[in-house]
């Protein structure tokens, strides 16, 4: 029989997803030299995070004129900690940095091209790196400020040091992804509280064969994020069985407030350990794809699966092996190499790909 459980208890003392405190001066106020280090515990020094210092120049160099109390909404700190963070930079830095009365903000008193070489650990430059670029893909969107937060934590591992300009590290890698997920950051927070504290949950579902949603009673088990897309792997109560739900056709979760045990033998890669990306496909079967010359380098920089196993042949083509289950992200992910590609068995995913070619062709005739 399920049992009831406060919001407030975590089964285990099962520690939050994330939590995000903000970075703060030492005890007496004072401001951390020029050279930054990582990987010290806040009692024995701080400092501002890079990542912020850097929005607070992108905003001042565009002449948007922010102010403490914005910054401070923004980033979720206290406007005593963006005054620190302005402090840094214009004494630390020597940014021209200036307050506009009539436009209640500061601004810099004359352009600055660029933000100053600072010297950063290694962990600071790959965490700058991390939240300067991929974090543009969710930009205007309600992932982008609890995804500003997450990136700060991360700036906390010690490693060698080394001078870079941020405005150059800006100029020369970019991430770019197609596609980005409409996820609401509210269906995910539920989705998420529920799976630390082990809580049934109920919400409507939208399959991709079905015309309209269905109510789902499930027990979250596991969030998981494949191919740039959140799934929930959760056990279906109706079903009796596991079930796996992406979490942009998850509407108005609802946290039941009972309590359940996620069995000791639960293993995410286990169970999607047949699978080509997110479908579990229970039976896994020989799966051998024939791939052209043109599609032959493309094929062999990756790996598209545990198991693959890709042969040269001859005029430069290939043949790429996998034992995966058959499902519809890897049907999908044949058809997207068009003509450059045969599937040569089984014969039951053959036919499946041929038969769908044949209604392609027939809407270009």
Request: with cysteine; glycine share 6%; proline share 6%.
């Amino acid at each position: 029989m399920p049992k009831k459980v406060s919001k407030k208890s975590r089964p285990g003392g099962t520690p939050a997803l994330a939590s995000v405190e903000p970075a703060s001066f030492g005890k007496g106020g004072e401001r951390p030299p020029p050279s930054v280090r990582t990987g010290l515990s806040a009692a024995s020094t701080a400092r501002p995070p890079l990542v912020r210092m850097v929005r607070i120049h992108e905003l001042l160099a565009a002449g948007k004129f922010p102010n403490c109390s914005k910054l401070a909404a923004e980033f979720e700190v206290s406007t005593k900690t963006i005054q620190r963070d302005i402090e840094f930079m214009r004494d630390q830095l020597s940014l021209p940095i200036a307050y506009d009365q009539p436009r209640h903000g500061f601004h810099y008193a004359h352009p600055v091209a660029q933000f100053p070489m600072i010297t950063v650990s290694e962990g600071e430059l790959v965490a700058l790196l991390v939240a300067q670029k991929a974090v543009e893909q969710y930009r205007g969107t309600s992932f982008e400020k609890p995804l500003h937060a997450a990136f700060e934590k991360l700036v906390s591992s010690l490693g060698d040091q080394a001078s870079v300009s941020l405005h150059e590290l800006s100029a020369a890698v970019s991430f770019r992804s197609a596609g980005v997920p409409q996820a609401q950051i509210e269906v995910f927070e539920v989705l998420a509280d529920a799976v630390m504290t082990s809580q049934t949950i109920a919400f409507e579902y939208l399959s991709l064969r079905a015309k309209k949603a269905e109510r789902r009673n499930v027990e979250p088990y596991h969030l998981a994020c494949i191919s740039n897309q959140w799934y929930l792997l959760a056990n279906d109560l109706a079903r009796g069985d596991m079930r796996t739900f992406a979490v942009t056709r998850i509407a108005g979760p609802k946290n039941l407030r009972l309590g359940f045990r996620r069995p000791a033998d639960f293993s995410v890669s286990q169970m999607l350990s047949g699978s080509f990306a997110a479908f579990e496909a229970g039976k896994t079967e020989r799966v051998r794809i024939r791939f052209d010359a043109f599609a032959a380098r493309l094929v062999a920089e990756r790996q598209w699966h545990k198991s693959q196993k890709i042969r040269p042949l001859a005029d430069g083509n290939v043949e790429l092996a996998m034992q995966v289950g058959l499902a519809p992200d890897l049907e999908s992910w044949i058809l997207g190499w068009g003509a450059h590609a045969e599937v040569l068995e089984p014969e039951a995913l053959r036919a499946k790909i041929r038969e769908s070619a044949r209604r392609m062709a027939g809407r270009y005739s």
